[in-house]
């Protein structure tokens, strides 16, 4: 007599079946393309403080969020990361540990609290993308690449007193963003946008079940966090025409200072942040 169809598929997977933090699953877990966190973060950022129409970045604002105390603050920023899970196993391999990345910061506030909104971000490799989506926030592929820091010779950019750093971002093969800053000196504080939690929305698009309320807020929650060797300058930024509205609707109507500096955290996971009015 030939067992039940659930007796037969317990007996084949010996009652555990594959698994792992993220897809892909396996037997032992180890195929899953994302550890699970802690992820630690060290690396040099080159960021631009900018202003964007208020309405155009309430427009990016979920329920719950508002433009909070500065409207219309906004950032882009370029960042070049390595990265590792607790082991450090990955910095064995930099094809793995290492990726650029380009993202904007809107200034919002939750329940009165300083927070940043990341309306739009890309990378240059899968996991990190992947890592994105599941922190909810918004990343796409694209090439973005940025100056150097620290190299001999004349062609190696330094932060001192006109150091130039540039960075720039393309997608599908246009060029997208580009950004320079040309420093005047040492900052006492680090950019005021890069100081607050990041606040994203927890999406799963539909596939079997609609989604029928907003999606979750989560807040990120980090660690060890190390500012190095900050300068600021005069920045230069612009938006060209090759995406949709949408982005270029945040295009700076006014550009302020930029910002060089060497930049590590710990990113722990998320919280969950309440629905006001719930």
Known sequence: MSPA???AIASH?????PHGYSLPLSPSGRSAMLTPPPWHFSGDVIMVDYRVDPAAAAGFLPPGLT?????????AVFAAWQWCSDSGEQLSDPSRSQFSEFLILLGCAYDGAAMARCPYAWVDQAVPLVRGWVQGMPKQYGAVHQTRHGLAGRAGSRRAEGGLFAGNLSVHGQRVVEA??????PAQEPPALHTVPLVHSLVTPAWTTPIERPAPLA???????EFDNIWSG???LEFLDALDEDF???RPVEVGAGHVFSYAETLKGGRLLPLLGE
């Open 234 to 236: 005069k920045a230069e």
């Open 5 to 7: 169809p659930h007796q």
């Open 13 to 17: 997977s010996d009652g555990a079946g």
């Open 219 to 225: 807040a990120s929650e980090v660690t060890d966090v």
């Open 67 to 75: 433009l909070g105390a500065d409207p219309g603050a906004a950032a």
């Open 180 to 185: 320079t800053v040309t420093l005047t000196g």
């Open 248 to 250: 270029t609707g945040l």
